[in-house]
């Protein structure tokens, strides 16, 4: 190797390196931040005391802010949303992928639009709505609305890992005597389950990360962690190491899922527009 | 005919589902013909003079602004940014293998959460920051409290979380690149800039141009970053239209009135889905005749 070429490997490498501090460091700092005692918040910055004192009020109830309950509601409302646009959109992406019916590109379009519609559009009538019919602060509610979130994605991914199969596979079940509804379940079905996988724990993340839904149309009881992490930077004293503690408990999941499905990321990413 | 009504059959559940969203939509748009706030609960009805007073105040077109400020900003630093570090990692040295991994882990918090982190970080007289920038004789920016620096720092956390994304979608793109053109320029000797200005961009256009919509429409309807980060401040400098539709229609609860603000957003976005989609199409169509796979 040319000493040319070496340089321009270590210049690579370094530049890299650069965009990884930058992308890494918030993370790290919030731990740093997450583990100050109150009273070395303000000063020795990155050297104290560590504690755990800070995940102790978090996770205690104190502050009269309910964090646990909050993070048992965003896996509630983040599963349901995930189950629920399963099962309606699994057939539908099933459908679209193996017919050529009349609409069928516009509709999906229609579903794909859901992704670029800005939020609030739709969350001002559904507070209205949901406050006459009692859904307002609901879980119900929650998983209604995050099917905005979760279906176009589900449809979206599963659509193009559907499209991958081969329709002979199911024809040559059928010609065995299957029904076409055993042709989908013991034939198309196994075959993009790691698809399925795949799509459902991204739709979970995106509905756990979601952030404006729960702030308009939850209160309380059907908050999720989203909106009560931000609950740690109120009040009169700012309580950093809290607040900082909130927010690594609250990317816990996402990130853990996120690591173990990233081989199969780019395609639900690009909502299919990109395959891996 | 069974066969022929079957996929509408398997459909219809999606699309009730997705109806519960429509109706609402059509709610809000009919709402917006109406005076309808907190302090008139029987509306009259005003026809379009919701939209009139949207297109003829100085806020909406301050709002305008700032949001494509910021759009075009975040979406060009992001696909500037992204498509470098799917370059460098591309040349898949050890380092770019083992940080490869980790390339997801900002794309994958919140952006509300990303923003409370940057917010702590970017603390005038306590963050890390300024503590950080003090020995070059920066210690006291006021990063979120003057009106460019907070749209720079709202643009920053979007980079943050965002920037990932193109370069995952572009590295997937370099990856997939027929290798023979390569070879080729290899062979004759060709420089590594006219390699990546004839070879490398034109091919890897499609796919970083998937990233770039969904980049570019997704700022247009920033909310949570810019909520979690400036609330719209200092004064009204980074106020977007989704924080002024949440303004008006929440905070001061004149409903109609806001939600014809994301009716307006809406009709933006959704114009330019439709022109950058055919515009995709095209280009696509063109890098599929530069190099059949």
Redesign the interface.
Known sequence: MTLRKRLS?WL??A???V??V???F??A??LI?SLKPTNE??ST?FSFSPTLDGYRTVLGDSEGIPFVRFFVNSLVVSLGAVL?SL???L??A???A??R?RG?EN?MF??L??R???????I??????YQKLGLFDTYVGMI??L??VT?PLI?WIMRSYFADLTPELEQAALLDGYT?KQAFFRVALPLVKPGVAAVSLLAF?FA?????FP??LTSNEAQTV?VG??SF?GGDRPK?NL??AA?LV??VP??L???TI?RY??RG??FG??K? | MRL?L???V??V??????C??LY??G??LY?TLFDFSASKPQPDMVRFENYQTVFTQDAFWNSAWVTVLYAVGAAAAETF?GV??AL??H?S?I??RV?E??????????????A??????LQPS?G?IN?LLKPVGLGDVQWTDTPTGALLSSIAVDV?VY???VA??AL??LRSLPTSPFEAAAVDGASWWYTFRRLTLPMLWP?VL??VI?RF??SL?V??II??LTEGGPGDSTVV??IR??LE??RFQR?SF??SY??V??AV??LA?MVLVRHLGKIQRKAAEVAPK
Do not use: C
């Open positions: 490997g690579a490498d530049a890299l390196i965009y990884f930058f992308a890494l918030p993370i700092w919030m931040l918040l303000f910055y629920l099962l309606v959109g057939p539908a099933y459908a679209s193996r017919w019916f069928s509709l229609t579903l639009s859901f670029f519609a800005p939020e609030l559009t739709v001002i009538p559904l507070f209205v709505l209604w609305v099917q905005l279906l449809v076409r993340i756990w990360n979601n952030f404006v702030l308009i989203t992490a931000l930077l950093y607040t900082a927010a609250s990317v996402p990130l899922l996120a690591l990233q990321l780019v990413l690009s527009a990109v891996s | 022929a079957r996929p509408y398997l459909i559940p999606a699309l009730l589902l997705t519960g969203i609402p939509f709610l809000g709402y940014l470098a570090v460098l990692l040349r040295s380092v770019g940080l991994k980790i390339l997801i882990l900002p794309l994958m918090i919140a952006p509300v959460i990303a409370i982190i940057w917010k702590l970080m306590v890390v503590y943050w920037t990932p994304f995952i979608l997937a793109g796919y998937v990233a969904f429409m997704d309807k909310f949570d909520y979690a239209l989704q539709a949440y229609a929440i409903y806001g939600i994301t009716i957003l809406w976005v959704y889905a």
